[in-house]
T-cell receptor, first 115, second 112 residues
Framework: AQKVTQAQTEISVVEKEDVTLDCVYETRDTTYYLFWYKQPPSGELVFLIR??????QNEISGRYSWNFQKSTSSFNFTITASQVVDSAVYFCALSEVLTGNQFYFGTGTSLTVIP | SQTIHQWPATLVQPVGSPLSLECTVE??????LYWYRQAAGRGLQLLFY??????ISSEVPQNLSASRPQDRQFILSSKKLLLSDSGFYLC???????????FGQGTRLTVV
């Protein structure tokens, strides 16, 4: 079974629109971490955020915000007022303590922001 | 600070030739090391995972192998490349505390 599901394969939005990238995870562990990474066209993966399983506070960083809800096993990522530079593939990931903190990645969501 | 080096950045190899991609980590000890492959327009596929020297877990049966001769060195190899081995290969490390995964810059391999 897929541990991290990103159901949206591709999303296109017009610049300045808000967009939410969905992430649903599956774990039996009580202690785990959730992550978002950005992969621009250059290919390198860029770390965006980490949340641990005991901290459900939503986080905002500039135009980025993350909504962590344990009740629905979701960790969604919203970009407000999208810009062309936000165009990239975004990966959600899970790290479980039980498996020695092995990383599980979703299949990624390709975001295109149209000017 | 910790850094991860992966080389080469690009590689074009003929079918049937051998492969060796190297990844080294600096500034940490006993990292968990990973090799991922990303085919064009696709997600990340975990190939190998290592928690220590000589300890390799293979996630997907394939034409590739991995070795970890030193604590902070992870090597991806093949004796004979196939066309289907083309892709973008990423090395990553994580600390056992699970605080994050850090990636190399990747190797774009084209098998011709």
């Amino acid at each position: 079974a897929q541990k991290v599901t990103q159901a949206q394969t591709e999303i296109s939005v017009v610049e300045k629109e808000d967009v939410t990238l969905d992430c649903v995870y599956e774990t039996r562990d009580t202690t785990y971490y959730l992550f978002w990474y950005k992969q621009p066209p250059s290919g390198e993966l860029v770390f965006l955020i980490r949340r641990n399983s005991f901290d459900e506070q939503n986080e905002i960083s500039g135009r980025y915000s993350w909504n962590f809800q344990k009740s629905t096993s979701s960790f969604n990522f919203t970009i407000t007022a999208s810009q062309v530079v936000d165009s990239a593939v975004y990966f959600c990931a899970l790290s479980e303590v039980l498996t020695g903190n092995q990383f599980y990645f979703g299949t990624g969501t390709s975001l295109t922001v149209i000017p | 600070s910790q850094t991860i080096h992966q080389w080469p950045a690009t590689l074009v190899q003929p079918v049937g030739s051998p492969l060796s991609l190297e990844c080294t980590v600096e500034g940490t000890s006993n990292p968990n090391l990973y090799w991922y492959r990303q085919a064009a327009g696709r997600g990340l596929q975990l190939l190998f995972y290592s928690v220590g020297i000589g300890q390799i877990s293979s996630e997907v049966p394939q034409n590739l192998s991995a070795s970890r001769p030193q604590d902070r060195q992870f090597i991806l190899s093949s004796k004979k490349l196939l066309l289907s081995d083309s892709g973008f290969y990423l090395c990553a490390w994580t600390h056992s505390s699970g605080v994050g995964a850090f990636f190399g810059q990747g190797t774009r391999l084209t098998v011709v």
